[in-house]
């Protein structure tokens, strides 16, 4: 018989927690909802916010590979999306919403 684990997901900084990626490391990445919303890195039992700094709006995290990369986009201005991709080291936080893997 093969067992699954459950872990419910619910972010600190909002109303409403979305898992979108998940990778063999157990780190989820994902979106929570509050005044704008934002994307997150779950790792270890903990949250860390990913904030695009030219996302005045939102930040959707939307997958991370084994490496720890994320990728996701940003609701810019004018409500217009914005495609990027993040590399982020789940151990120093090193990247995590701040450069882009291809300018």
């Keep these: 018989m093969t067992?699954?684990?459950y872990t419910a997901l619910d972010d600190p900084m909002g109303n409403f927690t979305e898992a979108n990626g998940i990778n063999?490391?157990?780190q989820i990445v994902g979106y929570y909802q509050d005044s704008s919303g934002g994307g997150f890195l779950y790792?270890?039992?903990?949250?860390t916010t990913l904030t695009d700094p030219?996302?005045?709006n939102a930040t959707y995290a939307?997958?991370?590979n084994d490496a720890g990369q994320i990728v996701g986009f940003y609701l810019g201005p004018s409500s217009t999306f914005w495609a990027r991709a993040r590399r982020c080291s789940s151990l120093s936080k090193e990247g995590c919403g701040?450069?882009?893997c291809h300018p």
């Design 3 to 5: 067992i699954y684990w």
């Design 24 to 26: 063999d490391n157990g």
């Design 43 to 47: 790792s270890g039992g903990s949250y």
């Design 54 to 56: 030219l996302a005045p």
């Design 62 to 64: 939307r997958g991370i």
């Design 98 to 100: 701040l450069e882009p």
